[in-house]
């Protein structure tokens, strides 16, 4: 079954500097996402992605986070200037282009395990 | 504000028994609720449901939703080991334009052998 691939599993970052979080989606999926998972919590939504687009964003992704899909097939985040706070597993995911039920349903990556020193 | 609660937060049960997991939400303009399992770190899905009283079942795991009540509920019969992981609820509103779950805080079921 395809999958969505997310590189790298663990990335340990000292406070202030940039990460980027790589995320390659399933081949014929359109529609992108971000979401995090700080431990002990529930996975919130961070930011979605169409056409080229950010479709929609919550409160947590403020200035010092971006997304880009600089190639068609890669899918990053990147946080400029890292806190402490960041800290977390963070999970990519897509899903089918069309309408309907299948739009919904998200295949999420193994995440990336964010640590900020 | 849009809510997904989850109950209860952590089981442990027998291999052979039966679990129940609920999951009710508030949330505006329903639209769909999705359940998955998060085994090590991606989830995977299980269901989707949007019809009341309608039940989806694949294997042992089935689900009914309740939109009446606000609820839903994952049953697993014959529990193995292999059930063990963190059994997770999303809502998906309809004032999201890309369908953006909305998580409960997860159940963590431990099954013992």
């Known amino acids: 079954e395809p999958e969505v691939t997310q590189t790298p599993s663990h990335q340990v970052t000292q406070m202030g500097q940039e990460v980027i979080l790589r995320c390659v989606p399933i081949s014929n999926h359109l529609y992108f996402y971000w979401y995090r998972q700080i431990l002990g919590q529930k996975v919130e939504f961070l930011v979605s992605f169409y056409n080229n687009e950010i479709s929609e964003k919550s409160e947590i992704f403020d200035d010092q986070f971006s997304v880009e899909r600089p190639d068609g097939s890669n899918f990053t985040l990147k946080i400029r200037s890292t806190k402490l706070e960041d800290s977390a597993m963070y999970f990519c995911?897509?899903?089918?282009?069309?309408?309907?039920?299948?739009?919904?349903?998200?295949?999420f990556g193994s995440g990336t395990q964010l640590s900020v020193l | 504000e849009d809510k997904v609660v989850q109950s209860p937060l952590s089981l442990v049960v027998h291999e052979g028994d039966t679990v129940t997991l609920n999951c009710s939400y508030e949330?505006?303009?329903?639209?769909?609720l999705l359940w998955y399992k998060q085994e090590k770190k991606a989830p995977t899905f299980l269901f989707m449901l949007?019809?009341?009283?309608i039940e989806k079942k694949s294997g042992r795991l089935s689900s009914i939703l309740d939109k009446k009540e606000l609820f839903s509920i994952l049953n697993i019969t014959a529990t193995q080991t292999g059930d063990s992981a963190i059994y997770l609820c999303a809502v998906v509103p309809t004032t999201s334009g890309t369908y953006k779950y909305i998580f409960g805080t997860g159940t963590r079921l431990k099954v013992l052998a």
């Open positions: 995911a897509s899903s089918e282009q069309g309408r309907g039920p299948h739009r919904e349903k998200l295949f």
């Open positions: 949007t019809s009341s009283g």
């Open positions: 949330v505006t303009n329903f639209r769909s």
